[in-house]
C-alpha cells in the first residue's frame, strides 16, 4: 500500500470569540477517527471578511 498526502482547503464560520486553531484541532481529531488516516495537522488560518 502507498501513502498518499492530500492538501485539503476546509472554509469555517466561527464565532468571534472562537479561536480557528481550536476548530482546526477538532476537524483533525475527527479525521484522524478514520481507520485510513495516519496523520492530520493544521498548518494555517487566513481570517476573510
Known amino acids: 500500500m502507498k501513502r498518499v498526502d492530500l492538501y485539503l482547503k476546509v472554509e469555517v464560520e466561527v464565532e468571534e470569540d472562537e479561536k480557528p486553531e ?8 475527527q479525521i484522524q ?4 488516516v495516519r496523520s492530520a495537522e493544521f498548518s494555517n488560518a487566513v481570517t476573510r471578511e
Open 33 to 36: 477517527k478514520n481507520a485510513v
Open 22 to 29: 481550536k476548530v482546526a484541532a477538532e476537524i483533525c481529531r
